[in-house]
T-cell receptor
Framework: AQSVTQPDIHITVSEGASLELRCNYSYGATPYLFWYVQSPGQGLQLLLKYFSGDTLVQGIKGFEAEFKRSQSSFNLRKPSVHWSDAAEYFCAVGPSGYSTLTFGKGTMLLVSP | GAGVSQSPSNKVTEKGKDVELRCDPISGHTALYWYRQSLGQGLEFLIYFQGNSAPDKSGLPSDRFSAERTGGSVSTLTIQRTQQEDSAVYLC?????????????FGPGTRLTVL
């Protein structure tokens, strides 16, 4: 069965510092991988996705993620965090086409001044 | 509308009552998904509709939960005889045909509180 692990429940980063959120997955075939962000009281917004090709993918809001098959990881990074990045971040895995996604439990990002 | 909409945004009910949650997907999206988000538990898949195919109900936690999708568009999630453990945010998402990846667009959710 597929699964997603986000080891960090909370992370606090100073504004302007770099960020890395970890995501490990378990999936039987080539995974389609996603990072979503959820601001308080909002739905989930897609940050970026990976399904093939270049293992370093760029997303919105200056985020990027790197797919490492050997480590079953898809970590999210940002070189310089802004206070508006404070939110909950979810990693998800799924097959191609129409099907449900399996989500991690999320990482809450707090940004300190 | 431009995005997925859900109503109501908040629902408070008493234990044992039935509730209905509504989802309006993005126009033209043939796939519709319901997820439940409980505190600290991430998103849990509930049910998935794709076109005219039979829905995938494998995530529904009990027979008190049901959902329908009328006319291939609007969906209603019904929870009968609500229990306190049903308190959560219920999220709806939809996705479009012709994509090779499964990008799902989410609504803002309905926060359900069962007293």
């Amino acid at each position: 069965a597929q699964s997603v692990t986000q080891p960090d429940i909370h992370i606090t980063v100073s504004e302007g510092a770099s960020l890395e959120l970890r995501c490990n997955y378990s999936y039987g075939a080539t995974p389609y991988l996603f990072w979503y962000v959820q601001s308080p009281g909002q739905g989930l917004q897609l940050l970026l996705k990976y399904f093939s090709g270049d293992t370093l993918v760029q997303g919105i809001k200056g985020f990027e993620a790197e797919f490492k098959r050997s480590q079953s990881s898809f970590n999210l990074r940002k070189p310089s965090v802004h206070w508006s990045d404070a939110a909950e971040y979810f990693c998800a895995v799924g097959p191609s086409g129409y099907s449900t996604l399996t989500f991690g439990k999320g990482t809450m990002l707090l940004v300190s001044p | 509308g431009a995005g997925v909409s859900q109503s109501p945004s908040n629902k408070v009910t008493e234990k044992g009552k039935d509730v209905e949650l509504r989802c309006d997907p993005i126009s033209g999206h043939t796939a519709l998904y319901w997820y439940r988000q409980s505190l600290g538990q991430g998103l849990e898949f509930l049910i998935y509709f794709q076109g005219n195919s039979a829905p995938d109900k494998s995530g529904l936690p009990s027979d008190r939960f049901s959902a329908e999708r009328t006319g291939g568009s609007v969906s209603t999630l019904t929870i009968q005889r609500t229990q306190q453990e049903d308190s959560a945010v219920y999220l709806c998402a939809s996705s479009s045909p012709g994509q090779i990846y499964n990008e799902q667009f989410f609504g803002p959710g309905t926060r359900l509180t069962v007293l």
